[in-house]
């Protein structure tokens, strides 16, 4: 039982799956005694919390999603200090449901409070004519769906780099930026050739989301030592598999199906267990990750988070969320892992597995080759 001043929040943890789910909430300004979240600037000077806040999962890959419901289970998140969302255009009603939450937010408590809120979002176009007039529709789009003036982060993906219009695509957005339109520009699932290509167009980029876990560690290769020589950043996803990367699989016979792997996260990184060594070496990850999560009295998510957090070049860690989803909430678990130090022997101890494990670098490519092949 964790008390403020004007709330109460409960949180249950199954001795079977020792995983917090919140069980009630009453929004207030803050949780009495938690520590501040950190944070992490980017080169645009846009402030984000190193845990951000993913909205994958209203998209519809993952179940049915009340837009209502979502906007108002947003607020225990910001009001236990992770205000950073993580969106996209092709996220179904993803920016629509920030939206919703920012505008509400603003009218009840002010701009200042809703300036202290973060929405990072993706334009994700089809191939085509990347013309100034393509580029401004799809930002003002967003715009007009988050309610905002400006928007505080624009990740550009592109399908298709043997079609070279994505540096159209970023010239255009890169004179937007300038006219204030837009913060942060930065990229999602950009390989490290293309990202030195973009930069020595002279256009700046903030960050690059990628997948980044202890089974997909490819950032590491080349692209984060590339980053840091340019002062870019990595914002990653897929660190703790979908979900796989927890209690609830420990001791588990290997998923199969649909009925098992019932949303897109799970199948997807599924498949990536597969490339990287297969479900027994994942299990022997797992109870490695297990007995160091028991010495700290956290959850295995925790560790895993926080072995990618302490990477070179990662500034902040994307964590899905179910936005008003009953008993999916895990903000108090997410919240500990600023509470875990990993040591060199834990180190040690994790990497001992993960050398036994094949190169993703040769079976898929580098960041974002997935997308591609």
């Not at 209203?58 to 950073?84: C, E, F, Q, R, W």
Request: glycine share 10%; net charge negative.
């Amino acid at each position: 039982l964790e008390q403020g001043s004007t709330q109460v929040i409960v949180y249950a943890k199954s001795l079977h799956n020792p995983t917090y789910v919140c069980l009630d909430y009453q929004p207030t300004e803050q949780i009495a005694g938690m520590a501040p979240v950190p944070k992490v600037q980017l080169s645009g000077g846009l402030e984000i919390c190193r845990i951000l806040n993913g909205m994958w999962q209203v998209s519809g890959a993952h179940g049915p999603i009340d837009s209502a419901k979502a906007a108002k289970a947003m607020d225990a998140y910001v009001n236990a200090g992770l205000t950073s969302f993580d969106m996209a255009d092709i996220y179904g009603p993803a920016e629509e449901i920030f939206g919703s939450f920012y505008s509400q937010l603003k009218s009840r408590q002010g701009a200042e409070a809703a300036a202290g809120v973060q929405g990072l979002t993706k334009w994700v176009p089809r191939p085509g004519p990347m013309t100034r007039k393509v580029a401004e529709h799809a930002v003002d789009q967003s715009l007009r769906r988050m309610c905002v003036e400006c928007l505080d982060c624009l990740q550009f993906h592109w399908w298709d780099y043997s079609d070279k219009r994505y540096l159209d695509a970023l010239g255009h957005l890169s004179d937007l930026q300038q006219e204030g339109k837009i913060k942060e520009l930065a990229l999602t699932n950009f390989d490290t050739q293309r990202l030195e290509e973009i930069t020595s167009k002279g256009i700046h980029i903030s960050s690059n989301q990628v997948q980044y876990s202890l089974i997909d560690r490819r950032p590491g290769v080349k692209m984060a030592k590339f980053c840091q020589s340019e002062g870019i950043q990595l914002l990653t996803y897929g660190t703790l598999g979908g979900g796989l990367i927890s209690e609830r699989y420990l001791g588990t016979g290997e998923p199969t199906g649909r009925g098992q792997l019932n949303t897109a996260s799970l199948s997807k990184y599924h498949n990536m267990i597969k490339l990287w060594g297969g479900w027994g070496l994942f299990q022997e990850l797992l109870s490695t990750l297990s007995s160091l999560a028991q010495t700290r009295g956290c959850s295995i998510a925790n560790v895993a988070t926080s072995y990618v957090l302490d990477q070179p070049a990662v500034a902040g860690v994307i964590v899905g969320c179910r936005l008003g989803v009953p008993g999916a909430e895990h903000i108090a678990d997410t919240l500990g892992t600023f509470q875990v130090r990993l040591s060199p022997a834990d180190i040690d101890g994790i990497e001992s597995v993960l050398g036994r494990s094949k190169d993703l670098m040769l079976t898929v490519g580098d960041c974002g080759n997935e997308y591609r092949n």
